[in-house]
C-alpha cells in the first residue's frame, strides 16, 4: 500500500512539473481578417463621462441588401457570441434602430454620428449616441472582421442566454 501511494505521489508530482511549462512569447502576426467580412470594431465605449472600462470586445457587420446585422461580441470575457437581427437606418435623420432575431429591441435608438450609411471605409470612425440618453456613447471604426473571431463565435441562443447586450 505504501508503494502505491509513493507512486501515485511520484505521478501527481510529475503531472504538477509538466503543467508549469514556460510562457513563450507568440512571434505569430495577428490573425488574418477573412475576405469581405468587414464591419465596424468597437474602440470605446462611454456611460457618462466614464469609459466602461472593463474587457470588451465587438464587432458589427451590416448587410444593406438585407437590412440584417450580425454582431459578434465579447464583452463578458466569456468568448465571443454571435447575435443576429435586423436594422433601420434613416438616412435623413440619422438615426439608427433595431431588433435582435428573438424579435427584442435594442436598447435605445442611437443618433449617427461620422458615417452616411453603415457600410462604411478603411479606417472610418461612427459615434453612436443613445437618442434618449446622451451619456450613452459607443465609438466603433470600420475595418476587417479578423476570421478568429468569425470562426469562434458560439450562436446566441436568445431564450437560453442571458447577458450583457451592447446596443
Given at each position: 500500500?505504501?508503494?502505491?501511494?509513493?507512486?501515485?505521489?511520484?505521478?501527481?508530482?510529475g503531472?504538477?512539473?509538466?503543467?508549469?511549462?514556460?510562457?513563450?512569447?507568440?512571434?505569430?502576426?495577428?490573425?488574418?481578417?477573412?475576405?469581405?467580412?468587414?464591419?465596424?470594431?468597437?474602440?470605446k465605449?462611454?456611460i457618462?463621462?466614464?469609459?466602461?472600462?472593463?474587457?470588451?470586445?465587438?464587432?458589427?457587420?451590416?448587410?444593406?441588401?438585407?437590412?440584417?446585422?450580425?454582431?459578434?461580441?465579447?464583452?463578458?470575457?466569456?468568448?465571443?457570441?454571435?447575435?443576429?437581427?435586423?436594422?433601420?437606418?434613416?438616412?435623413?435623420?440619422?438615426?439608427?434602430?433595431?431588433?435582435?432575431?428573438?424579435?427584442?429591441?435594442?436598447?435605445?435608438?442611437?443618433?449617427?454620428?461620422?458615417?452616411?450609411?453603415?457600410?462604411?471605409?478603411?479606417?472610418?470612425?461612427?459615434?453612436?449616441?443613445?437618442?434618449?440618453?446622451?451619456?450613452?456613447?459607443?465609438?466603433?471604426?470600420?475595418g476587417?472582421?479578423p476570421?478568429?473571431?468569425?470562426?469562434?463565435?458560439?450562436?446566441?441562443?436568445?431564450?437560453?442566454?442571458?447577458?450583457?447586450k451592447?446596443?
Amino acid at each position: 500500500m505504501k508503494k502505491l501511494f509513493g507512486i501515485f505521489a511520484i505521478a501527481l508530482f510529475g503531472a504538477a512539473l509538466v503543467g508549469c511549462g514556460s510562457k513563450e512569447t507568440s512571434t505569430e502576426e495577428e490573425p488574418k481578417p477573412i475576405a469581405g467580412a468587414a464591419g465596424w470594431h468597437l474602440v470605446k465605449w462611454e456611460i457618462g463621462s466614464e469609459d466602461a472600462n472593463f474587457p470588451k470586445d465587438v464587432y458589427m457587420i451590416f448587410e444593406e441588401d438585407t437590412d440584417g446585422f450580425t454582431m459578434y461580441q465579447d464583452i463578458d470575457s466569456h468568448g465571443f457570441r454571435k447575435i443576429t437581427g435586423t436594422y433601420a437606418f434613416d438616412q435623413e435623420t440619422k438615426v439608427l434602430s433595431g431588433t435582435y432575431s428573438d424579435g427584442e429591441a435594442w436598447a435605445y435608438s442611437y443618433s449617427v454620428a461620422g458615417a452616411n450609411s453603415m457600410i462604411g471605409t478603411e479606417g472610418q470612425e461612427m459615434t453612436l449616441t443613445a437618442t434618449t440618453d446622451a451619456d450613452y456613447k459607443l465609438v466603433f471604426r470600420y475595418g476587417d472582421v479578423p476570421k478568429s473571431v468569425i470562426e469562434s463565435a458560439l450562436e446566441d441562443v436568445r431564450s437560453a442566454v442571458a447577458g450583457v447586450k451592447i446596443l
